[in-house]
Nanobody
Framework: QVQLVESGGGLVQAGGSLRLSCAAS????????MGWFRQAPGKEREFVAA????????YYGDSVKGRFTISRDNAKNTVFLQMNSLKPEDTAVYYC????????????????WGQGTQVTVSS
């Protein structure tokens, strides 16, 4: 079955960096657009970044533009999220998701989800 496994979360001070990874299995990875979303306690799931199957198109949420970078390695079935200049408001559980169609920013349009990884940014 399809599995998406996130890793790389943790506790970091404001201004620091983290790199999240999401390893996919059970699907033809190169055929899927991939997205990163996050959810803080009491808040709705929020779009963070998305990348097309080829990596040629990338989209970012307004709150992370210029600080986060999404990338993928189709040979390793992995998508990454480089997070720089982290802020306390970036604290959330981060999820990766896969979509068999064109890249999108709406969570409900994604087909598969990982379990999430916690990112905590201290002030």
């Amino acid at each position: 079955q399809v599995q998406l496994v996130e890793s790389g979360g943790g506790l970091v001070q404001a201004g620091g960096s983290l790199r999240l990874s999401c390893a996919a299995s059970g699907l033809t990875f190169r055929n899927y657009a991939m997205g990163w979303f996050r959810q803080a306690p009491g808040k709705e799931r929020e779009f963070v970044a998305a990348i097309s199957w080829s990596g040629s198109m990338k989209y970012y949420g307004d709150s992370v533009k210029g600080r986060f970078t999404i990338s993928r390695d189709n040979a390793k079935n992995t998508v990454f999220l480089q997070m720089n200049s982290l802020k306390p408001e970036d604290t959330a559980v981060y999820y990766c998701a896969a979509r068999a169609q064109m890249v999108h920013t709406t969570p409900s349009l994604y087909d598969y989800w990982g379990q999430g990884t916690q990112v905590t940014v201290s002030s």
